[in-house]
């Protein structure tokens, strides 16, 4: 039983690792072709001019988004906010792995909005820093989501993540922050940095899994026999 556990652990951790590092690099190597002037098929100004005119009814909603998505509220207070809870629901290796996650995913996009120096749209509706590439929102959505999907395997977790990212990507070029290629780089990075942080966090995060499951069941066996007494 412990060996196979072990194995087990050992694979969702390399999987982990390969898919973020890969994931990193593909978002890095896309950072470097929008750098380098490389137009991705025009999207990205077509996009810009189709927010701009058909979406104009939803801008409170944008701007709503990019309030939770970003600042003090999305860096500091909800992963801090989530390592409470999860430390209160006994997953404290979770909490730990969220914290770091979000904030190594913050500090890259950070370093990489640095180095690509990219101009945001001259049209932009909110104040926000230098650099457009990655987008910081839609990284920070992006890896909330893998990290909660990680924790709480669950298909309604996993919808649940990619309804946000997709509506903070969005919401992202709604408000003409960013160009529409920043909303997907910023997912992918996001993404891969989750990854990397989780395969470091492999066995004690589903060892907490298991132990979790365990207690579920446990509550679920009494709460039957209850009503059955």
Avoid: C
Avoid at 180 to 202: C, N, R, Y
Avoid at 217 to 222: A, T
């Amino acid at each position: 039983m412990t060996t196979r556990t072990t194995d087990l652990e050992i694979t969702h951790g390399l999987r982990w690792l390969v898919g973020g590092l890969a994931l990193l690099v593909v978002g890095f190597l896309f950072g470097i072709l929008i750098a380098l002037g490389t137009d991705i098929l025009d999207i990205d100004g077509w996009w810009n001019t189709l927010v701009g005119t058909f979406y104009q009814g939803i801008r409170p909603f944008s701007l709503l988004m990019n309030f939770l998505g970003g600042g003090w509220f999305a860096t500091y207070a909800v992963p801090l906010a989530v390592a409470v809870a999860l430390v209160l629901a006994r997953r404290p290796w979770s909490a730990l792995m969220f914290l770091v996650a979000t904030a190594l995913s913050a500090g890259l996009v950070q370093v990489l909005k640095s180095a690509f120096g990219r101009a945001r749209p001259e049209d932009m509706l909110v104040i926000s820093d230098h650099g457009s590439f990655p987008s910081g929102h839609t990284a920070n959505a992006a890896t909330m989501a893998v990290l909660l999907v990680i924790i709480f395997p669950r298909v309604w977790v996993f919808v649940a993540g990619l309804v946000w990212t997709l509506l903070m990507g969005f919401s992202r070029t709604q408000v003409h922050a960013h160009w529409f290629s920043d909303t997907v780089g910023g997912a992918i990075l996001g993404a891969g940095a989750a990854l990397v942080v989780a395969a470091a966090f492999t066995i004690p995060i589903l060892q907490e899994r298991e132990r979790a499951a365990a207690r579920t069941s446990m509550f679920l066996q009494r709460e039957r026999g209850a009503s059955l007494g």
